[in-house]
């Protein structure tokens, strides 16, 4: 059932207001929501975008200003490249529209400098991204019904092994969130090297496929317990999964994704996509997203239920989606 929401809400026992998400640990937050955060240049913030069709050339990361946040914001790396600015979305909100036609489509984020959003040179952001404890929410609405053959790419990041346990400094993880051709949905870690398999979280489920036509609340919870990550469809679950971690024994896979290779070699990039798959050199690589994006969310550290289920709620309330309570 929808669940209708007013007033506002405690977030981890603390009353704030009712249009701000835990801020805690948040280090990735790009809205399409708010007509603020948006511009059409790529390389400046010069001109708002304001209209239907305006081209989005850059877009600011509302995450709070610290060295965790991942990277200032996020552009386009050409023209051709620039999602377009929508009003009238789900619940009279703002979207940006991407058009996987040229498969290249997206906005990204750098290591490679401040004209990419990095915080620092060679450095896009100080934070590691731990591919057993994240939560990830993305707001969306696939224009596709996806018969075609093509799997599509939401959103990933792209780094290099902090910690690497026996493995090569230079080794890669490589995230992709993707919707699959049978409307599937799968997160999916690949790890450099090719010494063990990637991880995988797929919601498969009938119930969990991410239907054209309507706006749904997407949530990747991992944890460090068998079988306790998920894939959730707004609030419904799928099948409970492994992600397996450093300290996962003969199953061990090194997961922690740093994003300033500056400590291991300053020709290497580490990038985030919006809307695409970005590749080893930061560019949003084949396959990208058909559809309206609203809000990527991502805390570097996996929200607790009470946490996670009242952000679900507040997602849904405030685009129209169908709650599973």
Not at 32 to 58: A, C, L, W
């Amino acid at each position: 059932m929808a669940l209708g929401l007013v007033g506002g809400l405690a977030w981890g026992g603390d009353s704030v207001s009712f249009g701000e998400p835990p801020q805690d640990n948040l280090v990735g937050h790009w809205d399409f929501s708010d007509v603020t955060q948006m511009y059409e240049e790529r390389t400046s913030y010069t001109t708002q975008v304001s209209s239907d069709g305006d081209p989005i050339g850059r877009c600011k990361n509302k995450a709070p200003a610290t060295a965790l946040m991942l990277g200032s914001f996020v552009r386009a790396v050409g023209d051709s490249n620039r999602p377009l600015f929508y009003t009238g979305g789900a619940n009279g909100n703002t979207y940006a529209k991407f058009d996987n036609s040229s498969n290249t489509q997206g906005l990204v984020c750098r290591s490679t400098g401040s004209s990419y959003g990095a915080l620092a040179t060679d450095q896009l952001s100080g934070t590691v991204l731990k591919a057993e404890d994240l939560s990830i929410f993305i707001v969306g609405e696939p224009l596709d019904d996806d018969n075609d053959g093509t799997l599509e790419n939401v959103f990933s990041y792209f780094g290099y092994y902090n910690d690497p346990s026996g493995f090569s400094d230079s080794d890669t993880v490589a995230f992709t969130f993707q919707r699959e051709d049978d409307e599937d949905m799968r997160a999916v870690w690949n790890i450099g090297g090719g010494a063990v398999s990637p991880n995988n979280v797929t919601a498969a489920e009938a119930d969990n496929h991410w239907n054209s036509g309507d706006v749904s609340v997407i949530n990747v919870q991992t944890s460090t317990d068998v079988g306790g990550s998920y894939v959730y469809t707004n609030n419904l679950p799928d099948v409970g999964q492994s992600v397996f971690h450093p300290g996962s024994g003969s199953f061990a896979q090194n997961n922690w994704c740093d994003l300033a290779p500056t400590s291991y070699d300053d020709s290497l990039i580490a990038s985030i996509g919006v809307g695409g798959r970005v590749n080893a050199s930061g560019v949003i690589d084949s396959n990208s997203f058909e559809g309206k994006i609203y809000e990527i969310l991502v805390y570097k550290e996996a929200l607790g239920a009470i946490d996670r289920v009242l952000l679900t709620y507040y997602l849904g309330y405030k685009y129209g989606a169908n709650i599973t309570t």
